[in-house]
């Protein structure tokens, strides 16, 4: 419960609520206890002031001091204020707690009964002249922190209170329904995991939501799609690995029982077919072999500057017998001056090569293979056009896919392993090149890829 989402919402809303309301209310009590401190300071200021005028008047009209004393011990009642009154020389004539009449009330001695400041000292009389010296003396504050509270709670802090808790209502119904606005797509992709973990990848999140939830359904649903498709590729490569590695082998087997049981003669004929299917066998561990490895990053490159026209003319000339056999013409557009470029020799060699002979496999008698290069940007373009059957748009994207044929026969006129265009890919992506396809099914197909050019 206490790590669910809900809970840690509520939390949440609660504590920013009660975070605000005590910030609020802090504040508001400080502000009344500050103007109610200063109200008791002009108040009291006031008071002494008129206890002063007071005192001068009576001296005015009785033109002494004598019978002050019951007037001062009233005063001090009724303000709560200790006052004391002497003459010029310090005499005390009144004093409202009746300790010091007539004494010499000296201010300064350590010991007598004063506050930190000995209060307002006045100067009566008429024009100015000296008649005594008023001593008031403040008793105790009141208890200013107290009053502030219990003013500001009986004005506000019920409200405070009250608002506070309708805020925690709202914020608990507000909770509810954003936890399970945030929690349905999250539950969902718990179960599709879930599904995922136990080998269906068929799930899928619905993402209505637009925000950040949104955006990790959709991600969600690529990432199962990718999943998807991987795994229906990986059973589609352990099918077809099955399938190229079992005809082989099964003429292998065919040709080895055949002679055997006497049927066929171990002449030159029969080793020739055998060392045919040998060399299937052979090729294809190789296109896996060299695939796994360009998987993996560990496809080994031994790269110097090479001229690429020279590798594109010996690639062609490699394979002109078997073009002439299909009555093809291809023909080379390398302008002069091309600069070098920074390869594996052996591998780009490859690349050619198994373009050059995916575009003789597919390109009819009398077609016409071009085999292109141009120097742009720092990189060198190298493209394969042949004016064969072309690609449908529904395969262009899955052709560089390894095992992955147009022609679905499997016939070895056109098939070979299905691994040809995938090694080119990764071989081109090792050297840090990228290759691409355009194809309009009946007008051919061209296939460029970009080399880097050497330093």
Known sequence: MFHSLTFRLLAAFAIVIIVIIGSVFFFTYHTTRGEISRFEQRLEQSQDRRVAMDLSRYYFFAGSWEGIQPLVVQWGDVYGRRIILTEDDGTVV???????????????????PMSATPGIMGTMGPAGADIGRLYISHGESRDIARASMQITYRTIGRFFLWGGLLAIAIAILLTFMLSRRILAPVKALTGAARQFGKGDFSRRVPSRDKGEVGELAESFNTMADNLERNERLRRGMVADVAHELRTPLSNLSGYLEAIRDGVIQPDEDAIR?????TSTLSRLVKDLQELSLADAGELNL??????ISRLVRETVTSLQPKASAKHLNISTNLPEGLPGVNIDSHRIRQVLHNLLDNAVVHTGPEGRITVRARHEAGLVYVSVTDTGEGISAADLPFIFERFYRVDRSRTRATGGSGLGLTIAKRMVEAHGGTIEVRSEPGHGTTFTFTLPVSA
Do not use: F, H, M
Not at 94 to 101: G, M, P, R
Not at 273 to 277: A, H, R
Not at 302 to 307: I, K, L, M, N, P
């Open 94 to 112: 009144a004093d409202s707690d009746e300790k010091l009449l007539g004494v010499t009330y000296q201010t300064e001695t350590p010991g007598v």
């Open 273 to 277: 077919s055998l060392s045919e299917e």
């Open 302 to 307: 031994v790269r110097q500057s090479e001229d």
